[in-house]
C-alpha cells in the first residue's frame, strides 16, 4: 500500500470541500476537470495528488483559488478574520483603527519604494 503524502491528503480535504460547497458529485466534478469519479475519490482521500493541470481545472470549476487548496487559506478569509474581531468595537474604536491601518500601509509602502 503506498504512503499518502501529507500535501495530497490535505489538498483533496480542501478539494472535497470546495466541490460540496459547489454542490457537485464526484462524478459530476470528474466530468467537468476530465478525469474519472475514480481518480476524483483517489483524489479527495489524499491517495494521489493532483497535477497543475487538473489542479487549474479543478480551480476555475470550482471557482476558488490554488492557495485555498494547497494552503486552506485565503485572502478573503483573512480579511473576514479581522472583520469578526472588528465587531467587537465600538465607532470610535473603529476609526481610530482605520486611521492606524492607513498610517500603517502608507509606511510599508514608502519602505518598499526606499528599498528599490
Avoid at 492557495?67 to 465607532?91: H, M, P, V
Avoid at 476609526?95 to 492607513?102: F, N, V
Amino acid at each position: 500500500m503506498r504512503t499518502k503524502k501529507e500535501i495530497n491528503i490535505e489538498s483533496g480535504e480542501q478539494i472535497k470541500h470546495a466541490r460540496e460547497k459547489a454542490k457537485l458529485t464526484q462524478e459530476q466534478f470528474a466530468e467537468r476537470i476530465d478525469v474519472s469519479p475514480l481518480y476524483v475519490s483517489d483524489l479527495e482521500r489524499g491517495v494521489v495528488g493532483a497535477s497543475l493541470a487538473t489542479l487549474k481545472r479543478a480551480c476555475v470549476v470550482l471557482g476558488v483559488s490554488s492557495d485555498q487548496i494547497l494552503f486552506g487559506k485565503t485572502a478573503e478569509s483573512r480579511i473576514n478574520a479581522i472583520g469578526e474581531r472588528c465587531k467587537a468595537l465600538s465607532n470610535e474604536e473603529f476609526d481610530l483603527l482605520l486611521e492606524m491601518t492607513d498610517i500603517f500601509v502608507r509606511t510599508i509602502e514608502l519602505t518598499k519604494w526606499r528599498e528599490v
